[in-house]
């Protein structure tokens, strides 16, 4: 599972990232400052679900299985292993 963790800090949200080898996290990036609307997003190999956890939230089913020629190389040739989740930060 990936799991996100954020920070409250001044407003905006510090982000801090836990996640597995085999696998991006390109959006947000660790250490980046996030509010108002944005996107979760990444790729991860295999991956029969990816769920995003916020805090110590309940974990959110992200949607998997977005065309990635991109990580290809790094997983085995299967091309189906972007996630990418849209979330309001300022919730």
């Known amino acids: 599972m990936l799991q996100k963790l954020l920070a409250a800090v ?3 949200l510090v982000c801090g990232v ?3 080898a085999g696998s991006s996290l390109e959006n947000p ?3 980046s400052i996030e ?3 944005g996107v979760i997003s990444g790729w ?3 991956a029969a679900a990816i769920t995003i956890q916020i805090d110590d ?3 959110i089913p ?6 990635r020629g991109d990580a290809a190389s790094s997983c085995d040739g299967v091309v ?3 996630f990418s989740y849209l979330i309001n930060y300022n919730t």
């Open 57 to 59: 939230g309940a974990p």
């Open 80 to 82: 189906a292993t972007g």
């Open 18 to 20: 836990a996640i597995a």
């Open 29 to 31: 990036q660790p250490g």
């Open 62 to 67: 992200a949607p998997y299985g977005s065309l």
């Open 10 to 12: 001044i407003g905006a």
């Open 44 to 46: 991860y190999c295999p």
């Open 35 to 37: 509010s108002g609307i």
